[in-house]
């Protein structure tokens, strides 16, 4: 059977590589599964300060598997389907955005529906010339999910919001980039070295501070500015008590590149 997840580790970088291309890394229910643990394990492994998420082949993930969805179409037990297949999506989404390091998400080609939505929980996106997004629900009829009408208001504004679901529209790499859904986009030759490129120079940087500045982007939308203040200033003091801080204070002070040892 071919692992429908291949994992690699160079140092404290890990790459989680979906391996369905047959499907462009379409999940069913055991393929999400076995993401979501790889998600959950990395975030609990200290040694770890940065992971990239791509796809082999053509496609970064096209979201959930279609020809599954009919399988459970023709037995009768589509809800239960996707009851567990968006649970999944959901706890998957959560791992990303909850992880208190960078996750770089690297887009070879298409990133449509459920797909879509983890590229956008990434913290770094990177994408080949050719990529496009893809809402995709529109064509099944299909609810989104895995945070996708979280996301997309907040990147783009609730109109552009509409426009991209109501027209189930295929956004090219270099629109996607100038419309704020990605950070880069280069040749797809150049894609997967610039990915692990990105990851190692996040690797080498503040990996707590990192953390918490996941945590107070997305607490920005929740919650009122005395409560992100204070949130802010929690990060803070919590930050003084740690490794990173003293060293790129004395770093600042030298006049050397700071070298942020490990969390800790």
């Not at 200290?46 to 969805?69: C, E, N, Q």
């Not at 995709?136 to 945070?147: K, N, R, Y």
């Not at 189930?168 to 692990?196: K, M, S």
């Amino acid at each position: 059977m071919t692992e429908t997840l291949l994992v690699h580790r160079d140092g404290p970088v890990v790459e989680l590589c979906l391996n369905r291309p047959e499907r462009l890394n379409g999940f069913d229910v055991p393929s999400f599964q076995r993401f979501r643990a790889a998600l959950e394990t990395v975030a609990l492994d200290p040694s770890v300060r940065a992971v990239v998420v791509t796809g082999t082949g053509r496609a970064f993930s096209a979201g959930g598997d279609v020809a599954a969805m009919e399988g459970a179409r023709t037995s009768g037990t589509l809800p239960t389907f996707f009851h567990d297949l968006t649970g999944e999506q959901e706890r998957s989404v959560r791992a990303i955005v909850g992880m208190a390091k960078p996750v770089v998400a690297a887009l070879p080609g298409v990133a449509a529906g459920g797909g879509l939505s983890l590229a956008l929980a990434a913290d770094w996106r990177i994408a080949a010339e050719s990529a496009l997004l893809v809402p995709a629900f529109p064509a099944l009829g299909a609810v989104p999910d895995g945070g996708l009408t979280y996301f997309l208001p907040h990147f783009l504004g609730l109109g552009l919001a509409q426009e991209f679901l109501f027209t189930n529209a295929r956004i090219p790499a270099e629109r996607a980039r100038e419309l704020g859904l990605l950070h880069e986009v280069v040749p797809a030759e150049r894609l997967a070295e610039r990915a692990r490129e990105r990851a190692r120079e996040l690797a080498d940087g503040p990996t707590f501070a990192y953390g918490w500045m996941k945590r107070l982007l997305h607490s920005a939308f929740t919650e009122p500015l005395e409560g992100q203040l204070a949130r802010e200033r929690q990060g803070a003091v919590e930050a003084a008590r740690r490794t990173e801080l003293p060293e790129g204070i004395q770093a600042f002070h030298a006049k050397r590149p700071a070298k942020f040892p490990p969390p800790g």
